[in-house]
Every structure is written in C-alpha cells, then in structure tokens.
C-alpha cells in the first residue's frame, strides 16, 4: 500500500505520522527533539529514528514522499545537508520549516497568520504571495513568549 509520511519535529520531540493516499492514518511514532541547532548529531539520529520506525513497519518501498517540518532549520544553513543526509532513502524527502508545516496544515491555501509557542515561538503570516515572518531565531536571538523564556523568567522571579 502506498503512504506518505508527515514529520513534526522540534526542540521537544519528533513526531511522524504516516498516512495512506486518502488521508487515513496508518501508524505514528516520537522520538527524541530534530532541532539541529541544539545538538545536530542528536537531532540527525532522532529524526532519521522516527523514518526508520515508519518504514520498518510500512517498507520503505511504498513510501511516496516524506514531508519534514523542523524546527530551527532556517537557523542554519541545513537544507542542503540534510538532502545529502537522507539522499540514501528511496522517497523524496522535502524539509521546510515547522511553522511553515503547522501554517499549511492549517490555514491551507487562504491568507492568515499563525503564532506558536512552544519550546521557542515564532509568528508567521501570508497575505497572497507574500509572507512574512517574526521570531523563531531561538533563545538566543529572542524567544520571548515560548516555553524557555517562561521558564528563564521564572528562575529569574524565583531567585
């Protein structure tokens, strides 16, 4: 049976699921956080774990393309070596950024704004063709709002 495979990956965990062509859930699974940017070979491994369960359980055979949202990959220059890491894989794999993932899965094809705070936060909006962005660099960029900066602040408060 053909499936894809969709990939949420961030500072926390990774999570994929894989779907058949109708939309069906087939099966899911989490690792570890795929955020290059807090430890690259970890998050290399975790993110390449989850593919692995996923095709072990459905052959790798049937799978038609695998769609990467990971956190922090515009934080460096990981395009490029991430195709080059996961070239050996028979399906296209497509990376982009995870709040990109979240905006298309949920605002689809109309113009909106989607504001996420979670292990770091970013807020990111589309009207027509053009788009445009705010935060998402990571803590030490600036994060306010997300998970680490509550948490930061309230040693902060707490001392």
């Not at 940017?37 to 393309?65: P, S, T």
């Not at 490029?80 to 094809?109: C, G, R």
Request: glycine share 14%; net charge negative; hydrophobic share 35%.
């Amino acid at each position: 049976m053909n499936y894809m495979i969709g990939i949420d990956s961030g500072g926390t965990k990774t999570e994929a699921i894989a779907y058949d062509l109708n939309g069906s859930e087939l099966a899911r699974c989490q690792t570890g956080f795929g955020n290059l940017l807090i430890d690259k070979k970890r998050g290399l491994a975790n993110l390449e774990e989850a593919m692995k369960i996923l095709f072990d359980k459905l052959d790798e055979k049937y799978c038609q393309i695998v769609v990467v949202g990971l956190a922090g990959l515009d934080g460096g220059n990981f395009k490029a070596e991430l195709t080059t890491y996961f070239s050996h894989y028979q399906p296209d794999i497509v990376f982009i950024n995870d709040a990109w993932l979240s905006y298309y899965a949920l605002v689809k094809e109309k113009d909106g704004c989607l504001v996420i705070s979670g292990t770091g936060s970013i807020c990111i909006g589309q009207k027509g063709q053009e788009t445009a962005r705010v935060g998402g660099w990571g803590n030490l960029l600036g994060d306010e709002g997300s998970g680490y900066w509550i948490a930061k602040k309230n040693d902060s408060a707490a001392s």
